[in-house]
């Protein structure tokens, strides 16, 4: 197979992860050529014998040196996205590492991004995960560090809560449901962790100085983006429970979201606003 890369199945915390080490541009190769021995190895039967573990399909540069780690925080995230969310992953989770941004801006050039802005360094869609390898965060990207290995692992938990929803979404790469950001990145953010204190207290800030969005486009927007709308479906979360917050992974627009709680966009961003008011 060229001789370029390796290819292994391991055991990963207890999930079946697929591992392969190559560059990019063979990559459509190496995927034929992991369907072909799954079709008769141990993928198969992981998918075939358990529907709670999911097949997590993980590709990376190879001899990138973060590609182990990205890896074990992927294979900790699928469960905690699991236990979160409380149901399996539908689908096999496509995962791919790119070196560079050429090669990121190639992969998401599909789904209408490119090329992307330099704060941009991940895509999670159903069929299709990309993360821009930290090793090229220094050069080609911003709001990033890659010595941060918190953060790093939050992102990537992000991330795959955007796999998670997609594979429950009828819009499986969130094309045409624009208006739902506040939340489908408000999941990410508050299922993920990145409400960090840090966040919340900058948010205070803004909130005490009277700059808080009045309506629900305005949530995903400006500095304060992702403590506003991981704290308004962390209200959604605690006030109308768990089995709501999955009930919503379907729904394709605020419209339909409003209908489900049964509540009107004034009265919900009010009752967020109490909350944080009176947390
Ligand atoms: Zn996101």
């Given at each position: 197979m060229g001789g370029s890369g390796t290819m292994g199945e391991k055991e990963q915390m207890g999930l079946p992860v697929r591992i392969t080490y190559m560059p990019w541009k063979q990559l459509s190769l190496a995927v034929a050529l992991s369907t072909l021995l799954c079709s008769t190895s141990s993928c198969q039967t992981a998918l075939g014998t358990s529907a709670k573990t999911p097949i997590l399909d993980f590709h990376a540069p190879a001899g990138?040196?973060?590609?182990?780690?990205?890896?074990?925080?992927?294979?900790?995230?699928?469960?905690?996205?699991?236990?979160?969310?409380?149901?399996?992953?539908?689908?096999?989770?496509?995962?791919?590492?790119?070196?560079?941004?050429?090669?990121?801006?190639?992969a998401?050039?599909?789904?209408?991004?490119?090329?992307?802005?330099?704060w941009m360094v991940?895509?999670?869609?159903?069929?299709?995960?990309?993360?821009?390898?930290?090793?090229a965060w220094a050069k080609q990207a911003c709001e990033?560090?890659?010595?941060?290995?918190?953060?790093?692992?939050?992102?990537?938990?992000?991330e795959l809560i955007h796999v998670y929803h997609g594979q429950f979404n009828p819009a499986r790469d969130f094309r045409g449901i624009d208006d739902l950001d506040w939340f489908i990145e408000g999941l990410a953010v508050f299922g993920s962790g990145q409400l960090t204190k840090d966040r919340l207290d900058q948010m205070q800030a803004a909130v005490s100085a009277g700059q808080v969005p009045t309506s629900l486009s305005k949530i995903w927007t400006g500095p304060n983006r992702y403590a506003f709308?991981?704290?308004?479906?962390?209200?959604?979360?605690?006030?109308?429970?768990?089995?709501?917050?999955v009930r919503l992974l379907k729904v394709r627009n605020s419209a339909e979201a409003l209908t489900l709680l049964g509540t009107s966009e004034k009265s919900l961003l009010a009752g967020w606003r109490a909350s944080l008011t009176h947390p």
């Open positions: 990138d040196p973060y590609a182990n780690a990205v890896r074990d925080d992927a294979s900790a995230s699928v469960k905690q996205i699991q236990s979160f969310l409380g149901a399996p992953f539908p689908d096999p989770i496509h995962f791919q590492m790119v070196a560079d941004r050429e090669n990121f801006d190639a998401v050039a599909k789904f209408g991004l490119s090329p992307t802005q330099c991940g895509v999670g869609t159903a069929d299709l995960m990309v993360v821009l390898s930290p090793q990033h560090d890659p010595n941060d290995l918190e953060a790093t692992r939050l992102l990537v938990t992000h709308a991981g704290s308004l479906v962390r209200y959604v979360d605690q006030t109308w429970g768990r089995t709501t917050t």
